[in-house]
């Protein structure tokens, strides 16, 4: 029983884990576009 919630919660965390990662590249490549963007003027 407490295994099953173990392995639940960190099935969870992974999946958070994830999405969190993917947010941040996603910033880093929306700010290093911005930059090139505004360095090329």
């Given at each position: 029983m ?40």
């Amino acid at each position: 029983m407490i295994q099953e919630l173990i392995l639940r919660d960190r099935s969870i965390y992974k999946r958070v884990s994830h999405l969190f990662i993917l947010g941040i590249n996603k910033t880093i490549h929306f700010f290093v576009d911005k930059l090139y963007f505004l360095k090329n003027l």
